[in-house]
């Protein structure tokens, strides 16, 4: 029995991990570029939700083929990163960077506050489910445990391709390359060429639709309503506190780390579940301020 | 000198005249503030109850308000948080000049207002929360209920339950972690222990409110295999928890009892299963099936839909039952005090003894200011005439036998509740007709 909770409780935990570190992978991504701590995030996850919700009920309603179904959550979540995402950066993201810390995140927290109402006004309150996907694909028993292969394969291989996908980017391309570099020091990849701009620009759009994603990917699983951001957005950053801000790699462990916690909290004390990653959090930064991966900095004047 | 002295006195007198006379007049309106979540998770109960609103006290007015006065509503969003919703809830007392409030859908939010309303003196009808502790331990003047309280919506469901399946042996609980889901555990555990002292609680889980996934709570579920599952979420909670669990066969072999998933029913089309028990938190539905031919009734669900393109749900029965005791209060009073527009305390006597309706059964308002609301329950069946499902061998638990007497508190009442309850003859069954 202990063996086959601890199974059950790891599946869990690895399809819940999976949502989460895509979300946590656009919000440290941004902040290793930009400096910036974008709460808005928040609402790029919703939105990329809200839109492929949208998607799939279009697909359902004109009888469109149901294969289409997994693809066009991927394509609202691109939508809404160059869409939103790109607008953000340009009007009031790059404008803000060289600003005190304390009001970058009070401006995105505007922003974050601004798109919550915006999507009330396109979406309404009312709850949205839309999970045919998920119906589609089936499901697959383990140890007597009935799970969707959405969440059971879909979401970790999902997680996993972004993930490789991003470190392929970054050390393998020229664009990827600029970006560490733009990562490391702003001014001097300036003076060696790079286009920082333009490298801040792609790096928003890039993170603004991997929480798009987290967000179109969760969207088969869970109701839509207004709120639904927040909640993300907070668990997202005690993964990349936890990690170390900017950890791309290092927010994979945590994220893996958070979520199967949680999920043997739900099978042995569930009353501590919510409070779990928290704990977590604050056990490392205990430890480690500069969190778990992150090599601790000279501070730069 | 002494002149005037006498101006003065007489300028004081002839103010203070003034002021009595003003009291006894007839304003040219009534303003009614009222509570109810516009934003956050909650306001898929806020809008449906604002609908409502909205629509009755158009109607209202049009057949000439109270005694000739029109209703004046000024909403207040509840999701705004306790502190901003206290301030709100005092400015439109004290600077809009509303006469009476109807606050609150959350019981954090009554908890908060309820004392205010008493200092403020203003008429406070809690129309849609349901704590049964804010009128057990204190006794107020000017706050009411209009419907039920916690106790009499959890016992009732627990009779329900044990009608429907008497024979189960196990039971798991997936409540949202706040005042109702701990409450309404707290009190359907206690009845359960008297009633069917013999039944196993294997878990007991309490997901965060506004939790997103329910996954590891279902997995969890599916290796303890309790025979029913009670969950009192509700809005996107419990869609979600609903929909994980059906995907994954869950509600298969387990009974779900769903006290509050009327109000989930058109949103969960096709994705909720047959043979699940639902409540109405009142008897509250569109196919109640002593009202559903109501000339009143039907004209109300054909306005709503037209207003919000679906059906009512119960928080837009609460307003209406809200509204109801509001007009039937002042039309009393006035009555009592012979054709004249009475004080807010001479409001409060009236519906201290009120007999008033909205859409279901008549309620009784009592004198611990506690209205006494029948509460409906049903079983989930398809129906060719709705895409969504409809209820089935339904039953209509009067509130007097579920509702501890004035002045005692629930927990300890319900200690003493015996199985003779299930025996009653007041319990009425209905299967589902066109």
């Known amino acids: ?301 | 000198m002494k002149r005037k002295v006498f101006v003065i006195v007489a300028v004081v007198l002839c103010s203070l005249m003034a002021t009595l006379g003003y009291g006894q007049q007839k304003p040219s309106e009534l303003k009614v503030g009222i509570t109810t979540f516009v934003s956050g998770p909650a306001s898929v109960f806020g809008l449906p109850g604002k609908a409502a609103a909205e629509i009755l006290i158009d109607d209202m007015n049009r057949q000439g308000g109270i005694n000739g006065v029109k209703i004046i509503p000024i909403f207040i969003d509840e999701g705004v948080g306790g502190d901003k919703l206290l301030s709100e809830y005092r400015r439109v007392v004290q600077e809009q000049g509303a006469k009476v409030m109807l606050a609150s859908i959350s019981s954090g939010s009554c908890n908060i207002v309820a004392p205010v309303a008493e200092d403020l003196k203003v008429l406070n009808i809690m129309w849609d929360c349901s704590t049964e502790k804010i009128l057990e331990s204190h006794r107020y003047k000017y706050v009411f209920r209009s419907g039920a309280n916690a106790t009499t919506e959890m016992i009732a469901t627990l009779i329900y339950v044990l009608k429907m399946k008497p024979d189960f042996k196990t039971i798991a609980v997936v409540n949202m972690d706040y005042a109702w889901g701990r409450d309404s555990w707290e009190l359907f555990n206690a009845g359960l222990k008297v009633l069917k002292p013999d039944v196993k609680v294997l878990a007991e889980l309490f997901p965060k409110f506004g939790a997103t996934d329910f996954s590891t709570e279902i997995s969890r579920l599916q290796a303890l295999k309790p025979d029913v599952i009670l969950s009192t979420s509700w809005g996107g909670d419990l869609d979600t928890f609903i929909r994980q669990a059906s995907q994954r066969g869950l509600m298969r072999n387990t009974l779900f009892v769903l006290p509050l998933a009327e109000s989930s029913l058109e949103r969960l089309g096709a994705a909720l299963p047959e043979g699940v028990i639902i409540g109405g938190i009142g008897d509250h539905y569109f196919l109640h099936p002593e009202t559903k031919n109501d000339p009143a009734h039907k004209a109300f669900i054909q306005k709503f839909r037209a207003k919000t393109g679906s059906y009512p749900i119960y928080p837009s029965y609460h307003m209406a039952q809200a509204l109801a005791a509001l007009k039937g209060a002042y039309e009393q009073a006035i009555k009592n005090n012979n054709g004249k527009w009475p004080t807010t305390e001479q409001v409060a006597d009236a519906m201290r003894s009120l007999t008033y309706k909205g859409f279901g059964r008549t309620l009784h308002m009592r004198q611990d200011d506690q209205g006494l609301e029948a509460q409906l329950f049903g079983i989930t069946k398809s129906v060719p005439e709705y895409p969504f499902k409809v209820l089935d061998q339904m039953m209509i638990v009067p509130a007097e036998l579920v509702t501890p007497p004035v002045g005692e508190q629930s927990l300890d009442w319900v200690k003493k509740i015996t199985p003779a309850m299930l025996n009653s003859n007041q319990l009425k069954t209905y299967q589902y007709t066109k």
């Open chain 1, 1 to 301: 029995m202990n063996l086959n909770l601890c199974l059950t409780a790891i599946c869990d935990g690895v399809s819940s991990a999976a949502l989460l570190y895509l979300t946590a992978l656009g919000l440290t991504l941004i902040f290793g570029v930009m400096r910036i701590l974008n709460v808005a995030h928040g609402s790029l996850y919703a939105f990329g939700g809200y839109l492929a919700a949208t998607f799939g009920i279009v697909i359902a309603q004109r009888g469109l083929p149901p294969a289409l179904a997994l693809p066009a959550l991927v394509v609202a979540a691109i939508i809404v990163g160059v869409l939103v995402g790109g607008t953000l950066e340009v009007t009031l993201l790059r404008r803000i960077l060289d600003k005190d810390p304390i009001l970058q995140l009070i401006i995105t927290f505007a922003v974050f506050m601004i798109l919550e109402d915006v999507q009330r006004l396109i979406w309404g309150s009312q709850p949205y489910f839309v999970s045919d996907v998920v119906n589609q694909l089936g499901m697959t028993t383990v140890l007597g445990i009935t799970y969707t292969n959405y969440q059971l394969f879909v979401l970790p291989v999902m997680a996993l391709v972004a993930f490789l996908g991003i470190q392929y980017f970054l050390k393998r391309t020229r664009l990827g390359r600029e970006i560490t570099a733009v990562t490391h020091h702003r001014e001097v990849a300036t003076a060696l060429g790079v286009n920082a701009k333009h490298v801040s620009l792609l790096t928003f759009i890039i993170g603004a639709s991997l929480g798009a994603l987290g967000g179109a990917l969760a969207s088969p699983t869970t109701s839509l309503v207004p709120g639904i951001g927040a909640d993300v957005l907070v668990l997202s950053f005690a993964v990349i506190a936890t990690a170390g801000l900017g950890q791309l790699a290092g927010s994979a462990v945590t994220a893996l780390v958070i979520g199967i916690a949680r999920a043997f909290a739900v099978y042995l004390m569930p009353e501590i579940e919510v409070l779990v990653p928290y704990l977590i959090m604050v056990l490392v930064l205990l430890v480690r301020p500069q969190g778990l991966f992150a090599a601790a900095e000279v501070r730069r004047v």
